[in-house]
C-alpha cells in the first residue's frame, strides 16, 4: 500500500513538471490528461526521447533523465 502512494506522490509530480514544461511546445503534454498518460507510456518504455530533447530547452533532457532514474529504476526497483 505505501509503494502504490509513494509512486502514484512522485509520478503526479512528474506529471505536472512535464506539463507544465512541455504543454505550449508538444502535443503530448498539451493538456493535463495527455501528461498523465505519456508519462504512464514512458514508465512503461513506450515513449518518442526526441520530443524532450528539441523542445523544453535544456530543462527537456534533465526533466527527462531525472524521471527515468526517479520512476523507471528506482520506483519500479522497489516493486520487484
Not at 529504476?73 to 516493486?79: A, K, S, Y
Request: charged share 10%.
Amino acid at each position: 500500500f505505501m509503494f502504490g502512494m509513494i509512486f502514484i506522490l512522485v509520478w503526479i509530480c512528474f506529471v505536472q513538471i512535464m506539463y507544465l514544461t512541455f504543454n505550449e511546445t508538444t502535443l503530448e503534454f498539451s493538456t493535463i490528461v495527455k501528461s498523465i498518460m505519456t508519462t504512464f507510456q514512458i514508465a512503461l518504455g513506450k515513449f518518442q526521447a526526441d520530443i524532450f530533447f528539441d523542445s523544453g530547452g535544456i530543462l527537456g533532457p534533465i526533466i527527462f533523465t531525472a524521471y527515468n532514474i526517479v520512476v523507471v529504476i528506482c520506483l519500479l526497483n522497489l516493486f520487484i
